[in-house]
Each structure stands twice: as C-alpha cells, then as structure tokens.
C-alpha cells in the first residue's frame, strides 16, 4: 500500500481535490447594486439579493427529476408559466460560466402593474442538479437593470 505521507503526494492529493471541488461548485453572482441577503432559516438557497428599488434575484440549485435535457425542461417551463399567466417575451440561450444555459423572458400583469420575470438555468456538469438564476420586478424598474441582471446571470455558474 502506498503511504500518502509525502510532501509530494499530499500536495498532489491536495491539488486533485481543489480542482474536483471547484469543478463541483456553484459560484452565484448578484446584480451590481443589489443587496445580498444571509442565509437563513427561510431561504437555503446559494444566493439572494434585492435592488433598492424593489427588484429580486435568487440563484439556487434543483434536483434534476426526471433526469431530461434543456430541451425538456425548457418546453417544461413554457408550459408552466403559461398556465400561471406569464407570456413568453424571449426564449434564447445564455452561456453561464462558460456552460449552455437557457434564459427565459416572461412578462405578467400583477394588479394594475405590469411584471417581468427572467429564469435562466443549466444542468450541472454531473447532470444531477439544474442551476436556476432568476430575477423579478415592476417592469419600467426591471428593465433599468436588465443588463446588470443578464452579467449576473451570466456568471452565476457550476
């Protein structure tokens, strides 16, 4: 049996595991100039934040039930939406962290106020997990932040 002792090997066995873990790992950006809420008993979830202005951004990860690809889950989350009264505004794609990822676009009336929603997400590259970045807000205060909100989406990443 080979001992593991060595200087030489625990630095190798050392850098193997940094470069497995951060392979694995989520990193979550917030918008610029959003607030960054602690984790907490009523939200688990990697990351969450708030505009002043009233604007929300959430990143967290899902198990991957079933197990489908972007394709499904995309189609899933049309069908979804719709049923809950969002309209479709854009269904692109959006690198995150270098990996394929989805964006969705959608838009809903909430009383006399009109809202707009963004869902992005990609599997991890287990296939097990699906990230989820998602933004939501008044339209008009949205749509001033939309590009900081894409850049966070963007590099909200495995």
């Known amino acids: 049996m080979a001992r593991i002792d060595s200087p030489r090997r625990i630095r190798a066995l050392a850098l193997v595991s940094a470069l497995f873990l951060s392979a694995c790992a989520m990193h979550p950006a917030a918008p610029r100039e959003?607030?960054?809420?602690?984790?907490?008993?009523?939200?688990?979830?990697?990351?969450r934040a708030v505009s002043p202005d009233g604007v929300i951004y959430s990143v967290r990860t899902e198990k991957q039930k079933p197990k489908a690809d972007a394709a499904f889950w995309r189609e899933a989350l049309v069908n979804r939406m719709g049923?809950?009264?969002?309209?479709?505004?854009?269904?692109?794609?959006?690198?995150?962290?270098?990996?394929?990822?989805?964006?969705?676009?959608?838009?809903a009336p909430v009383g006399d106020q009109d809202y707009h929603y963004w869902i992005a997400f990609t599997p991890s590259p287990s296939g097990r997990r699906i990230l989820v970045a998602e933004a939501a807000g008044?339209?008009?205060?949205f749509l001033a932040r939309q590009e900081e909100i894409r850049k966070a989406m963007a590099e909200s990443g495995w």
């Open 34 to 47: 959003f607030a960054v809420y602690p984790r907490g008993f009523l939200f688990k979830g990697p990351l």
């Open 138 to 141: 008044e339209s008009k205060r």
């Open 83 to 107: 049923q809950a009264g969002y309209r479709v505004i854009s269904d692109t794609s959006l690198t995150m962290k270098g990996r394929d990822g989805t964006l969705l676009k959608l838009a």
